[in-house]
């Protein structure tokens, strides 16, 4: 079945970066767009960046963030630059097959001084 684990969260410094990790299981992974999503306290979870099958990527929170993708290790990147308090959320893998969504289990990352 379709397994989605994230990794990779902390806590780090405002101005600091993480690089969060989603390992994917369970489907032809090469074939398939996968997603970031987070979830701040109290907010709506909401699309971080996006990376296609073909490699093309799509960005809500332009210029920090950077999504890549391994399809010989199946797995999903996304690599954060000069963290804001405001980025402090759940972050979520996502992929969505034949119209059913998958997720995560998500990983907290906490940007605090």
């Known amino acids: 079945q379709v397994q989605l684990v994230d990794s990779g969260g902390g806590l780090v410094q405002p101005g600091g970066s993480l690089r969060l990790s989603c390992a994917a299981s369970g489907f032809s992974f090469r074939k398939y767009a996968l997603d970031w999503y987070r979830q701040a306290p109290g907010k709506q979870r909401e699309l971080v960046a996006t990376?296609?099958?073909?490699?093309t990527t799509t960005y809500s929170l332009k210029g920090r963030f950077t999504v890549s993708r391994d399809n010989a290790q199946n797995t999903v990147s996304l690599q954060m630059n000069s963290l804001e308090p405001e980025d402090t959320a759940v972050y979520y893998c996502h992929l969505n097959r034949w119209g059913i969504d998958y997720w995560g289990k998500g990983t907290l990352v906490t940007v605090s001084s």
């Open positions: 990376i296609t099958a073909g490699d």
